[in-house]
């Protein structure tokens, strides 16, 4: 297959930044002079550029190579739908690869329906009931047939009024005002004799646009891409682009031998779809096993900026306004040359005015600027009656005449997202209701709930979020290996791939079974038992032998030209093995039992204080297997592995995993075997020599046969502890005693003070004096005491460090 070379990419690339000149499609390329033979070449609008190359990814998206043979100037097509056309903008590459260039690349493009819909005289949404039409149309001829009533005229008003039948259910009816050429005003309600014709030709063109437009929002989506290439001479054209896929899967066929000395068959299928809207015939398909980045960016929408509306200048805007009388001249300053004295209120300095009672308010986007051609429909809450107006170019609407009452206020515009906001009128006011709407889809509705009667709040807007910058994937060529099976497999890294090496034919919309794999492996059949599932299953112990990566799938096995059941496989690579299962194994038993001992220390560690004592805990396992078929049986035994456990002497196991041990059991026919695994594990506990107390050294006594080295330490530790325990009886007996000579000073003073004036009073001042005389004595002689004890203390506990830092001991119990 021909590549690009380095020096042909440089020729030419697309990019978003790129822009090319448009053309019609069927109109010529711009042709060379007369003098030029090249320019005679005709050039073939509609021909195909078919697609060569197909690699798939597991993460839904897809490579594609197009080459076609071009003559002189020529077009080439490719079809996309919308979807693909996202993906193709950002990772499109088009290279001529003779003596010519790409002269421009263009493709149909799509606006919104939103967008679109504003090109029509009426405001028609895309969401339109019967009450909503026909209040567009207000002002408009129609002629109007209810049953024998007729009548022609220009259409005033539609309104909604609720009502209530006898049994009290409430309905709505639509009722709409004609005035007719008399100048009579006739009222009709809508229903299934009701009838409205438009009676004005223009307006019934823009009925007819409207509805075209909205049934080409259902049309098929069909981007038509148009590649112009401009040169001489035959030459070939090189297109590549990714675009989303379906994810591709795979499947495998194990063909057990009748004959012992026979390898299993293994065959690889590929579940390969195309649905990209373009035939694949005769393509160099790869399927690679890796997920490479990618994303979706809307990139083929195109876009609107909102651009801000500029209200025009306050003196165009002077509302003529009425003054009062003066009652009483009061002299005063004359005021400054050019300018008028008097007092003045603007629209903005209330909520309620005095004046004709109604709503009227102004229409600003989030950036102040105001919205002309808002619409602004009111509706009585008590009768459902409704009216709509639309905002003037200064974003302001009025609505005047309106009964008292509370009202529902539903403000739209392209563009914009729905405001739903509440309002009172009140008898002999105008209430303003000031609204901000802010960037959205016009099917998007906010409501806005107001804590003041009569005023709505605002709502903030936000801006569009800004597009992310994409980035161009790179073209991932790999050489076809020449290997005689059905696929090359080439490791990528942290990918694989699977070139196939006959071409594809898929049509559009198929999908295909493709073959990847077909080798003889090595596979033996076991069964598997672990004490998880408890459930015994047949299996391979299959070793990939292929030479291939095995990709991640669902497998088959047939045994002597039957079903003999499926299962799923991971990723299996090149001469590894995997045990793979794929039916139960009701002829087989098998049981366990467990023993758990924990044995007394069996080794002493002393160093810096610390002393570890070992202790063993072995846990014992006995597998019964029984089995009661007429054939023998390998059994594999998935024993747990546990972190810390080790296999005492005994059965060793054929392979291990992060999860089991696997032992072997060989069982003939009718046959009982068992397995008996013993695993131990050390136990460590800790301990502080100078923590130790004498309930502690008499259980690990107990409990080993310590050393006489180990006795002698224990004997030397507890004797210097009950020499520090002593030494603090005796502080804290004598501070026991400063404590209570303390409180009976403290007694003896308060008496002294209630003495005072007393007859008694010298007799006993002398004897309290001289009681706490002595009690003062003592009181000097034990914080004497005290202090020397502490001392004694602190160097007995110094002497314990010491003699335990210095202690060293390794030694078996």
Known sequence: MLRPSLSCLVSFFVTSALVFPVFAQNAPLPSKTEKSPEAAVPVDSGARLPVRRVVLYKNGVGYFEHTARVHGNQELNIDFTTGQLNDVLKSLTVVDLGEGHISGIRYNSIAPLDERLKSLRLPFGEQLTQADFLSALRGARVEVRSGSATAAGKLLSVENEQRTTDKGVEYTVTKLSVITDAGEMRNFELGPATSVRLAERDLNDEVGKYLNLIGSSRARDLRRMTISATGSGDRNIFVSYISEVPVWKSTYRI?????????????????????????????????????????????????????????????????????????????????????????????????????????????????????????????????????????????????????????????????????????????????????????????????????????????????????????????????????????????????FEYNIKQPITIGKNQSALVPILQAHVEAEKVSIWNENSREIRRALWLTNSSGLTLDSGTFNVLDRDTFAGEGLIETVHPAERRLISFAGDPALRVSMETEFTQKPATHVRIMKGMMILTREQRDKRKYTLHNADTQPRQVIIEHPAREGWNLASGAKPEETTASFLRFRVAVGPSQTEELKIEEFHLEFTQYELTNLDDDQVALITKETSPPPALQDIFRKVLAQKNQISGLEVQIRLRQSEVESITRDQARLRENMKVLKGSPEEKALLLRYTRQLDSQEDRLNTLNSEISGLQQKRDQAVAELDSMVQQVVLDQDL
Do not use: C
């Not at 306050?314 to 009425?322: A, K, R």
């Open 255 to 495: 063909i057990l031998p009748e004959k012992a000395d026979e390898k299993p068959l293994l065959q690889g299928w590929a579940i390969v779809d195309n649905t990209v809207g373009e035939d694949w015939k005769d393509v160099q398909l790869s399927l690679i096993a890796g997920a490479p980045q990618s994303f979706i960016e809307n990139i083929s929408q195109p876009y609107y900026t909102r651009r801000p509306v500029i209200a025009l200048p306050p003196s165009v805007m002077l509302t003529p306004q009425e003054h009062e009388g003066t009652l009483t001249a009061l002299p005063g300053p004359p005021p400054p040359p050019g300018v008028a004295a008097g007092v003045g209120g603007g629209i903005g300095s209330g909520i309620f005015h005095a004046g004709p009672r109604g709503l009227h308010g102004t229409v600003t986007d989030s950036s102040g600027a105001v919205v002309g051609g808002a619409r602004v429909t009111i509706t009585n809450r008590q009768t459902g009656s409704s009216q709509t107006s639309i905002t003037d170019a200064r974003g302001v609407f009025q609505a005047y005449g309106l009964p008292s009452g509370t009202y529902r206020i539903s403000i739209s515009s392209p563009g914009f997202r729905t405001i739903m906001a509440n309002a009172t009128v009140m008898e002999g006011r105008t209430t303003e209701a000031n609204v901000t709407l802010s960037v959205g889809s016009a099917t998007e509705t906010v409501e806005v709930t107001s804590e003041a009667a009569a005023q709505a709040q605002a709502v903030n807007g936000r801006n569009f979020d800004r597009l992310e910058q994409f980035a161009q994937l790179q073209d991932l060529n790999t050489a076809i290996a020449n290997q005689p099976i059905e696929a090359a497999s080439n490791d990528l890294g942290d990918y």
